[in-house]
């Protein structure tokens, strides 16, 4: 007979660990001294291991291979983990989704039905899943942007009838420009390129400017699992934050880091969604948010590249030749 597991011995459940967010998320979470079962498609560490303290503590995470597109496979991997939450974060981004719109469906939409319902089979399962600014309405259309978009939007309000019918509890989180080490993927990861590229003394041009709410990782990441611990009842959707910089504050804050740095801007604008930001339901559950300022959290990404610079340049021993 399998006895019961107590909620507060349950592992977290994490699907595209191997992301960026993802491996933020790990990397928290073993700060934190929890438990994680990290899941991708494959069980690439790379970006993990960037933002690791030490190399060994990807030994402290159970990595598992999981296709969210397949439904027995999650089914499976939530009977046998018994999670006291899923963290479900795998999804392919905007340019991916557009190349290739069925497998975006696939993996956007389709995934996240296979987890809810897993969730739900699985004793209700609490869900912490990324959602996206990108599901906000904006334009003269009032809807998303692109089919990335359109595909979380769609999975908020499976979500939202997921608690209706079957009470699996849900919080979909919206991040919006999510930077730090590891972001190398997607139409505004430009933004920490030009950090990276500031701290290695390259010179770089940013794609356009624009007003974003730009997010340091680990703020975001420690959302995401305080609404793991939090969450009991409830489908709810909530912005990660408000504020809203310009590019040229983000070039301000590299060139205060980096005054040597040329960092310039093209002369093109990228719409975005520029208001009706609300943190409301995420501040219920867990309070009011602490976020680290657009300067600090520059700055800190920019020290984390340097010292991945220096940590891959070739040492020379003591009889090197000059």
Same mark, same amino acid.
């Given at each position: 007979?399998?006895? /019961?597991?107590?909620?507060?011995?349950? /592992?977290?459940?994490?699907?595209?660990?191997?992301?960026?967010?993802?491996?933020?998320?790990? %990397?928290?979470?073993?700060?934190?001294?929890?438990?994680?079962?990290?899941?991708?498609?494959?069980?690439?560490? &790379?970006?993990?291991?960037?933002?690791?303290?030490?190399? #060994?503590?990807?030994?402290?995470?159970?990595?598992?291979?999981? +296709?969210?597109?397949?439904?027995?496979?999650?089914?499976?991997? @939530?009977?046998?983990?018994?999670?006291?939450?899923?963290?479900?974060?795998?999804?392919?981004?905007? $340019?991916? =989704?557009?190349?290739?719109?069925?497998?975006?469906?696939?993996?956007?939409? #389709?995934?996240?039905?296979?987890?809810?319902?897993?969730?739900?089979?699985?004793?209700?399962?609490?869900?912490?899943?990324?959602?996206?600014?990108?599901?906000? /309405?904006?334009?003269? +259309?009032?809807?998303?942007?692109?089919?990335?978009?359109?595909?979380?939007?769609?999975?908020?309000?499976?979500? %939202?009838?997921?608690?209706?019918?079957?009470?699996? /509890?849900?919080?979909?989180? %919206?991040?919006?420009?999510?930077?730090?080490?590891? &972001?190398?993927?997607?139409?505004? !990861?430009?933004?920490?390129?030009?950090?990276?590229?500031?701290?290695?003394?390259?010179?770089?041009?940013?794609?356009?400017?624009? &007003?974003?709410?730009?997010?340091?990782?680990?703020?975001?990441?420690?959302?995401?699992?305080? =609404?793991?611990?939090?969450?009991?009842?409830? *489908?709810?959707?909530?912005? @990660?934050?408000?504020?809203?910089?310009?590019?040229?504050?983000?070039?301000?804050?590299?060139?205060?880091?980096?005054?040597? *740095?040329?960092?310039?801007?093209?002369?093109?604008?990228?719409?975005?969604?520029?208001?009706?930001?609300?943190?409301? $339901?995420?501040?219920?559950?867990?309070?009011?948010?602490?976020?680290? !300022?657009?300067?600090?959290?520059?700055?800190?990404?920019?020290?984390?590249?340097?010292?991945?610079?220096?940590?891959?340049? $070739? !040492?020379?021993?003591?009889?090197?030749?000059?």
């Amino acid at each position: 007979m399998t006895l /019961p597991v107590e909620s507060s011995d349950r /592992p977290l459940l994490l699907t595209g660990a191997a992301g960026f967010l993802g491996a933020w998320i790990a %990397r928290r979470a073993l700060q934190k001294g929890r438990h994680v079962i990290a899941c991708d498609l494959g069980l690439d560490q &790379r970006r993990f291991l960037q933002i690791a303290e030490r190399p #060994e503590q990807a030994t402290q995470i159970d990595w598992r291979t999981l +296709d969210v597109t397949d439904a027995k496979a999650v089914a499976a991997l @939530v009977t046998e983990t018994q999670p006291r939450a899923v963290l479900h974060l795998a999804a392919l981004q905007i $340019p991916a =989704c557009a190349a290739k719109p069925s497998l975006g469906a696939r993996v956007n939409l #389709e995934g996240q039905i296979n987890v809810l319902e897993a969730a739900r089979h699985g004793g209700r399962i609490p869900v912490v899943y990324a959602s996206s600014a990108a599901a906000k /309405p904006r334009g003269p +259309d009032k809807a998303p942007a692109n089919l990335y978009g359109v595909y979380k939007q769609a999975g908020e309000g499976v979500s %939202r009838l997921y608690w209706r019918d079957h009470g699996v /509890p849900s919080i979909g989180l %919206r991040p919006y420009v999510v930077y730090g080490v590891g &972001r190398d993927q997607g139409e505004t !990861s430009a933004f920490t390129a030009a950090m990276q590229a500031a701290a290695e003394g390259r010179s770089f041009e940013l794609p356009f400017g624009g &007003r974003f709410c730009f997010q340091y990782a680990a703020d975001v990441a420690d959302l995401f699992l305080g =609404c793991a611990e939090a969450l009991r009842a409830g *489908a709810t959707v909530s912005d @990660v934050s408000g504020e809203l910089h310009s590019v040229d504050d983000l070039q301000d804050a590299i060139l205060t880091a980096v005054p040597e *740095a040329h960092i310039a801007v093209k002369p093109v604008d990228r719409p975005g969604p520029d208001g009706g930001f609300d943190t409301a $339901p995420l501040e219920a559950l867990l309070g009011p948010l602490e976020t680290t !300022s657009l300067h600090c959290g520059v700055a800190e990404t920019i020290r984390a590249f340097r010292h991945l610079a220096d940590s891959r340049a $070739p !040492s020379r021993g003591d009889g090197a030749s000059q």
